[in-house]
């Protein structure tokens, strides 16, 4: 089993940056990809950046790119995403998650592993 677990959520202004971190144990995720969804309230989860085992390998929702960048440290069993130029419509609680196989997705369903997720606030 692999147990995940978030941090680096809170509140920020518009224009201001927030790192996550995902930290995985119980197993080591370096052959996994992993990914980063959020789900606003009344919204369906949905994703927001992936990354390949290797790191060399990214996806990006279209609304994020060029603010949001994903990471990986598998020497630390850690996943990352550095946001930048937030905006309150980032506002969501953000989760990571990690599957066994291919890049290409970006269902939820299609996912083994998640977090509990960490609450990203973006004022106005």
């Known amino acids: 089993q692999v147990q995940l677990v978030e941090s680096g959520g809170g509140l920020v202004q518009a224009g201001g940056s927030l790192r996550l971190s995902c930290a995985a144990s119980?197993?080591?995720?370096?052959?996994?990809?992993m990914g980063w969804f959020r789900q606003a309230p009344g919204k369906e989860r949905e994703s927001v950046a992936a990354?390949?085992?290797?790191?060399?390998?990214?996806d990006y929702e279209d609304s994020v790119k060029g603010r949001f960048t994903i990471s990986r440290d598998n020497a630390k069993n850690t996943m990352y995403l550095q946001m930048n130029s937030l905006k309150p419509e980032d506002t969501a609680v953000y989760y990571c998650a990690a599957r066994v196989g291919r890049m290409g997705t970006r269902r939820s369903q299609d996912y083994d592993y998640w977090g509990q997720g960490t609450q990203v606030t973006v004022s106005s």
């Open positions: 990354i390949s085992w290797s790191g060399f390998s990214t």
């Open positions: 119980g197993r080591t995720v370096s052959s996994y990809v």
